[in-house]
């Protein structure tokens, strides 16, 4: 799954990446949280959404579900109540990120390490998305998929992640198309380091979070 992520690319950088129309003021973001507003792509337009989808048959005040629509199941949203709609429609999405988050379970110590992915040329991609709307509450949640075995020991899951180039194909195919887009989509160079355990608060929004850790490994007597 993907619960946080990091976008610090300059605005205007992204305007040229994904060859948006419009520039939208934001700041840089190294600690993403679900709930909160952050830049979305949709076509040619770039604006600002709340992170967590908000089903069509859902109130807007709900905060509770949107918290657990921050992903979706790439292989089911074609049939989930939640999803069908904007699956069926065509809303879909690009969410610009430098990388993201996962944390990873010891199953000795039942504790978890958290873990920073990116790229390893550095350049910024899009988790593809599907989005919704309510009045003028536009929310959306990242399409996930089983993850790669590059990456499968830290989580099974991982988030859609589309090129700056792929934007194009990814809003104009049809649902199979856009299916085989999420198919092939892989994270064959993506690079992970440990970091600290202070990325778990969402008050941590500096570049401390995605610093490298040391972890210590545990010492037995036997």
């Known amino acids: 799954m993907c619960g946080r992520y990091t976008l610090y690319d300059a605005p205007h950088k992204l305007k040229d990446l994904f060859g948006t129309g419009n520039l939208p003021n934001f700041g840089a973001r190294y600690n993403a949280a679900p709930l909160q507003e952050m830049p979305v792509i949709v076509k040619n337009k770039m604006g600002i959404a709340r992170w967590g989808f908000l089903p069509p048959w859902a109130h807007e005040d709900d905060h509770g579900l949107c ?16 999803f069908i709609e904007s699956w069926q429609k065509g809303r879909r999405c690009l969410i610009p990120a430098n990388g993201y988050y996962e944390w990873q379970k010891d199953e000795t110590s039942k504790q978890k390490q958290p873990y920073y992915i990116t790229s390893s040329r550095h350049d910024c991609f899009a988790f593809a998305g599907l989005w919704s709307k309510h009045n003028d509450l536009v929310t959306f949640t990242i399409l996930t998929k089983e993850a790669d075995a590059a990456i499968a020991h830290l ?7 589309l090129s700056p180039d792929e ?16 198919q092939s989509a892989h994270g ?8 600290s355990d ?15 850790v040391t972890i210590m490994q545990q010492q037995t007597m036997f």
Request: net charge negative; proline share 8%.
């Open 67 to 82: 918290a657990k629509m921050i992903n979706a199941r790439s292989e089911t949203v074609a049939d989930k109540p939640s």
């Open 155 to 161: 989580h099974h899951r991982m988030p859609i992640m």
């Open 167 to 182: 934007k194009e194909d990814w809003f104009t195919a049809n649902t199979e198309g856009a299916a085989a887009i999420i």
């Open 188 to 195: 064959k160079d993506l690079v992970f380091h440990p970091v």
């Open 198 to 212: 202070d990325v778990g608060k969402v008050a941590n929004d500096s570049e401390a979070p995605i610093a490298p």
